[in-house]
């Protein structure tokens, strides 16, 4: 029944503290934590806590080295489906000149500068002029 709520946008659980509704009584429960700021899912290795079961699933992969998200491309590997995404959508795409995250074209290389004072790499000529900035206090 669950499953078919996905497919009828039929929602019965509804929040008692804002407007949300869900599918699932299992789903509204877990929501129910944003209100009342309840972390049950503790990392063992370290003080982090969560709300969801699955965001500490994710977090325990940086204690780690599971990275079970592939690239059917190059073979890098990711600990998120959402950074693969990013990573095929940043590199192997045709669309690779625009970024997706900021919706921002990546600069050219030749618009790419390494700053002689700190080796950082800046992009685009003014900023680099703030960045010199920060070393000499002039433009």
């Keep these: 029944m669950q499953h078919l709520r996905t497919h009828t946008n039929e929602r019965p659980f509804k929040c008692n503290e804002c407007d949300a509704s ?26 982090r806590s969560f709300s969801r079961k699955a965001l500490l699933k994710v977090h325990l992969r940086t204690h ?26 940043l590199t192997h795409s045709e669309n690779r000149a625009i970024c997706v995250k900021y919706r921002r074209r990546q600069p050219s290389v030749d618009q790419v500068q390494t700053c002689p004072d700190c080796g950082k790499t ?12 920060l070393h000499t206090g002039s433009s």
């Design 122 to 133: 800046i992009s685009g000529r003014s900023s680099m002029a703030a960045h010199r900035f």
């Design 64 to 89: 780690t080295v599971e990275r079970p998200y592939v690239c059917s491309h190059c073979s890098k590997a990711f600990t998120q489906s959402a950074h693969l995404r990013r990573h095929i959508d």
């Design 22 to 47: 869900f599918a699932a009584a299992k789903t509204l429960h877990e929501h129910s934590f944003r209100h009342t700021g309840l972390r049950p899912h503790h990392c063992t290795d370290c003080d």
